[in-house]
């Protein structure tokens, strides 16, 4: 915030620097300054190793270049800050990565749970402790945890969650207000909010579902992908299908 207030113009975005830019977006800035001049999508000469970090500090004046329709800050309203020279960069300090992939969402997540382990750690409190729980795990006081349960390492399980008897959960996340049924056995995925995984159903190898999905009693998800509302009747095994 010191920074931005120092520049005085419309915007501050954060950037960090990776190994790999062209795999990215790569900020191209006045380092001394901070002054962004232009932005270059997944270069393949080299024109820098700085990306935008996601975060970002705008005046209400931003407000005045986006139009009443479908619009992307990242690509119709930063080149244009930036060509009025209304845009700057920061770097980030400390740790830094991309989790819009399931996997790695998922590796984000296990590298937030092992850091909780530090007793020094503010959120230390936060993690689950008990019978059938493997560490580490972060239940919410909201969700319901039936008898006979494994869960973890390395589990998430958000409010108003319900989980049956006999339920095994490993490296995966529960969002708010699903239900995994009895005797389920679920690993390395993700299960969206107000989903429904039936008895004894298995899924693993980075499945996802999206919001309020309904999977069948004794069904095998195998690295699916199943978006909004659909209903899966029958078993999934080839890696990496898109149910839409």
């Keep these: 915030m010191a920074f931005h207030k120092s520049h005085g113009k419309e915007g501050t975005i954060l950037v960090t620097q990776v190994s790999e830019p062209s795999k990215y977006g790569v900020v ?15 270069p393949q000469a080299f024109v820098g190793n700085k990306i935008n970090a996601g ?30 020279g209304q845009l ?20 984000g997540m296990c590298k937030y749970l092992t850091s909780l382990q530090n007793e020094n750690h503010p959120e230390h ?31 998430t399980i958000g409010a108003r969650v319900t989980i049956e008897d006999g339920v095994r959960l490993a490296r995966t996340t529960v969002f708010e207000g699903a239900t995994v049924q009895k005797n389920s056995w679920v690993d390395s995925s993700i299960i969206g909010w107000e989903s ?11 499945s ?17 992908i199943i978006l909004d509302h659909k209903v899966v009747k029958e078993t999934v095994l080839i890696p990496g299908t898109v149910i839409m």
Aim: proline letters at 6%; aromatic letters at 10%.
């Design 88 to 107: 700057y960069a920061m770097e980030l300090s400390g740790f830094w990565m991309d989790i819009g992939q399931p996997k790695d969402y998922l590796s």
């Design 196 to 206: 429904r995984l039936g008895k004894w159903v298995r899924m693993e190898h980075v």
């Design 28 to 42: 191209v800035y006045d380092e001394t300054s901070g002054q962004i001049h232009r932005f270059v999508e997944k």
């Design 125 to 155: 409190k936060s993690l689950s402790s008990g019978k059938g729980i493997i560490d580490p795990v972060i239940i919410d006081p909201t969700a319901k945890i039936g008898q006979g349960c494994v869960l973890g390492p390395f589990v």
């Design 55 to 84: 975060m970002y500090i705008f005046k209400k004046d931003i407000l005045k270049r986006i139009p009443l329709q479908p619009t992307s800050i990242e690509t119709d309203v930063f080149p244009l800050m930036a060509e009025c």
């Design 208 to 224: 996802v579902l999206g919001r309020d999905v309904r999977i069948a009693d004794e069904i095998y998800i195998n690295g699916a």
